[in-house]
């Protein structure tokens, strides 16, 4: 079946730091990849998305690359702010139009100092 | 425009209970979907909701249960409740036309410690 495999955390980072979450993942097919933000107190939020090879997705400073060739959805961003500070889920839904379930990774807890 | 709300934001059953969480979709959402949370893990697709009719299910139990009303809130149930059950219950709707498209809206969630 699908599956996700992120980063294990906690990442702590001081402001202004380069910052990578790596996240792999294993479907047949051609899944659609995700990053959700989970801010404290928050309900999960879509950050990006890319639905083929090679797209680029980007919002908010953040960005990921869909690499087929080695499965992979790595986020970043240049420069962090403590406002970034979040849990950050890779997520991937399974190609096939009647598919609507989410596969998401364990999470990564990112830490922004000032 | 509220969001996507959820009732109750925590409760406490014991095991064997049973429990009925409540989700009133974003305004304008048609689809509504619910996964489980473990501590320290990610989502868990449950099952999906649309046109009142589960449209697809996770790998979960039949103690899991839910239901969808025509105004588009959804009900999951939980019988016979279980330690392991102890979790963050999320529900999330989508756009009208998008319910495949993975772009989720999500509740805060609901608490569930199971004693």
């Known amino acids: 079946g699908n599956s996700v495999t992120q980063m294990e955390g906690p990442v702590t980072l001081s402001e202004e730091a380069f910052l990578t979450i790596n996240c792999t993942y294993t479907a047949t097919g051609y899944p659609s990849l995700f990053w959700y933000v989970q801010y404290p107190g928050e309900g999960l939020q879509l950050l990006l998305k890319?639905?083929?090879?090679?797209d680029k997705g980007s919002n908010k400073g953040f960005e990921a690359t869909y690499r087929k060739e080695t499965t992979s959805f790595h986020l970043e961003k240049g420069s962090v702010q403590v406002s970034d500070s979040a849990v950050y889920f890779c997520?991937?839904?399974?190609?096939?139009?009647?598919?609507?379930?989410?596969?998401f990774g364990k999470g990564t807890l990112l830490t922004v100092n000032p | 425009d509220a969001g996507v709300t959820q009732s109750p934001t925590h409760l406490i059953k014991t095991r064997g209970q049973q429990v009925t969480l409540r989700c009133s979709p974003k305004s304008g959402h048609d689809t509504v979907s619910w996964y489980q949370q473990a501590l320290g893990q990610g989502p868990q697709f449950i099952f999906q909701y649309y046109e009142e009719e589960e449209r697809q299910r996770g790998n979960f139990p039949d103690r899991f249960s839910g239901h969808q009303f025509p105004n588009y809130s959804s009900e999951l149930n939980v019988n016979a409740l279980l330690l392991g059950d102890s979790a963050l219950y999320l529900c999330?709707?989508?756009?009208?036309?998008?319910?495949?498209?993975?772009?989720?809206?999500f509740g805060e969630g609901s608490r569930l410690t199971v004693l």
């Open positions: 997520a991937l839904l399974g190609s096939g139009g009647s598919n609507y379930k989410l596969t």
């Open positions: 999330a709707s989508t756009i009208p036309g998008t319910g495949a498209s993975g772009e989720l809206f």
């Open positions: 890319a639905t083929k090879a090679d």
